[in-house]
């Protein structure tokens, strides 16, 4: 049976980091650990794509594809031909925002 | 964009609020969970003083939806600091630095209107760590002086975090526990609700209580009872946890109907049976599918290979179910006519 988990956009390259930390903070799936004063992806397979890593790098070494992983998003902006699936403003899905996070 | 410096606060301008959650406070957090007005609990956005902060107390940021906020006062009691409120259009932080608006612009035009600068003295803000999709800690860095430091998840871990400015492992580390799926039920519920009630109508002059029954179930099964039991459901996917999820349900009903009423023809139970067992499975199916955007665990990639594989899969089984169903009616009224 196939996981559709299991591949995402995450990349990074190494010999861009300095080790700051960063990536490895603000990953909520731990994804990211330090090691040998460096970053290394240790749980690929747990990005959910949030974005946090790529935007809080300050030297760019890593890139991910981010977006909301909404289901209902997605079908909405393919049925109203919006570009980009977003959720939680006027007229839009809420998803998510119903949580108090 | 320079504020002119008469629109920003002074110290003394700064609204106190307490760390107190009344009962009034829980009535509105209780009724938002069941969706009632979610455009409208919105913060002003701007400095609070929570408690009696000084120059040297922690600067907490955070969204202008009234549950994030109350969240953090509450998480924070016994401590003295500052709320800073951004302006996220009245959404939790998590879904606003999605969309950006909890976002590193909105940090730096905030910073600068509420002249932080000259209340406190020190050159920290604590943002929850969900924000970190939003805002660039170093831009914010080299824009205002101000380092952020990305503070727990939960706000339950806030005290601790508050007391050693350090977050464990397991404090940065989203959980979709059960009670976190809980809440979102009332929701999922609201939303369906209405087509729910205009289906079992239809279906049950159609094709009777059974049927208007199990169409009930279908859809409880993917606002309800998934929630409550995703994590256990044995497959990765969303779209499949939801069809085996959607058979165990139908499953009794397309039995019942093939067993009772003998006094019908074995094609005709047959029938009616196989109409809902194909219908009704890609219906909670669906709905599970679409529980993906209530939780923080799914990546869009995941779910758009979900969509891909499993959209089509679900319109097919469910088309099949209502062409049997034209098929059985038509013969119905043939098998009258003659
Ligand atoms: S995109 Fe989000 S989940 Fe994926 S590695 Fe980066 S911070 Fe972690
Ligand atoms: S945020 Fe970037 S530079 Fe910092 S440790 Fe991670 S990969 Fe390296």
Redesign the pocket.
């Known amino acids: 049976m196939i996981n559709a988990y299991t591949t995402n956009t995450l990349t990074?390259n190494s010999e861009l980091?300095?080790?700051?930390?960063?990536?490895s903070t603000v990953c909520p799936q731990a994804v990211?650990a330090?090691e040998k004063q460096?970053?290394r992806i240790v749980n690929p397979e747990s990005c959910i794509e949030c974005g946090a890593?790529q935007r809080?790098?300050?030297?760019g070494?890593?890139f991910v594809e981010s977006g909301v992983g909404c289901a209902y998003a997605m079908m909405y902006a393919a049925l109203t031909g919006k570009k980009e699936p977003t959720c939680g403003g006027e007229d839009e899905p809420s998803c998510c925002c119903s949580s108090d996070n | 964009m320079k504020p002119k410096t008469n629109t920003q606060q002074r110290p003394t301008d700064i609204p106190v609020v307490t760390h107190h959650i009344t009962p009034a406070d829980r009535w509105d957090h209780f009724v938002a969970h069941w969706g009632v007005n979610r455009r409208g609990r919105r913060v002003k956005p701007g400095l609070y003083a929570l408690g009696k902060p000084t120059g040297d107390s922690p600067v907490l940021v955070t969204a202008n939806y009234t549950l994030s906020f109350d969240a953090l006062r509450s998480a924070s009691a016994g401590f003295d600091c500052y709320i800073m409120v951004l302006d996220t259009k009245g959404i939790n932080v998590w879904c606003a630095a999605g969309k950006e608006t909890f976002g590193t612009e909105e940090l730096v035009h905030r910073i600068e209107i509420t002249a932080l600068s000259t209340i406190v003295d020190h050159r920290i803000l604590i943002l929850p760590q969900l924000g970190a999709s939003g805002v660039a800690a170093h831009e914010v860095k080299s824009r205002t002086g101000f380092s952020v430091e990305y503070g727990p998840i939960r706000a339950k871990d806030l005290q601790e975090y508050l007391k050693t400015r350090e977050a464990t492992p397991e404090m940065r580390r989203v959980r979709f526990d059960l009670l976190d799926r809980l809440i979102l039920i009332p929701v999922e519920l609201v939303h369906f609700l209405l087509p729910m009630v205009i289906a079992a109508i239809v279906l049950y002059f159609l094709g009777g209580p059974q049927v208007a029954a199990a169409s009930i179930v279908a859809i409880l099964a993917g606002t309800v009872i998934f929630p409550l039991v995703l994590p256990w459901i044995p497959t990765p996917n969303f779209s499949t946890k939801g069809f085996l999820l959607g058979i165990v349900v139908i499953l009794p009903f397309a039995l019942a109907l093939l067993w009772d009423n003998p006094e019908t023809m074995v094609w005709q139970r047959a029938g009616k049976a196989l109409a809902i067992a194909l219908a009704f499975p890609p219906v909670t199916a669906f709905l599970a599918l679409n529980f993906t955007g209530s939780t923080p665990i799914t990546s869009k990639s995941g779910v758009e290979c979900e969509i891909h594989t499993y959209i089509p899969i679900m319109a097919w089984m469910f088309g099949g179910g209502l062409v049997v169903t034209v098929i059985l009616l038509i013969l119905n009224i043939l098998g009258g006519v003659l």
């Open positions: 990074y980091c300095t080790g700051c930390k960063m990536c990211f330090q460096i970053a890593c809080n790098c300050p030297t070494a890593i």
